[in-house]
């Protein structure tokens, strides 16, 4: 291998880890984004205190999840993996019938890399991990 090869080797290395450096820095959205979008997507069932209550749940024919207590439900802990596929509706796909719908299309954009519990930074997409962070925020213990 000649040096010049050697160089573009490691320029190219180096310009990788500059873009994983600038990714992990990117900055995690606030629970405050997070509540804006749960106001314009689910609190119409879910109700503005995402206990279940929203206007329209009464017409669901299934109640809406009192989403304040997902961590209480499974002793203290936020399942944050599970919670994003219930977002995505990856976990809802062979539910058959009406139910909440599947918002990963809709919330999807610009990522960044989330650590979700098993230690992998996952690319996710940046609206799915503010609205997650927002109901992280508001669990309640029982």
Known sequence: MTNAMKGGIWAISAVGLLGLGACMEASM??????????????????????????PM???????????????????????????????DGYARSDL??????????????????????DGILTPTPRKMVALMEYLESIQVAD
């Open 96 to 117: 058959s019938g009406p139910g909440m719908p599947e918002f990963g299309e809709l919330l999807k954009g610009d990522e960044l890399p989330l650590d979700t519990g």
């Open 29 to 54: 959205p606030e629970p405050a984004d997070g509540q804006a979008l749960f106001m314009d997507y689910c609190a119409s069932c879910h109700g503005t205190t995402a206990v279940g209550n929203g």
């Open 57 to 87: 749940a009464a017409d669901l024919g299934v109640t809406p999840a009192d989403l304040t207590h997902i961590a209480a439900r499974r002793g203290g802990n936020f399942p944050r993996a599970e919670v994003l596929s219930m977002i």
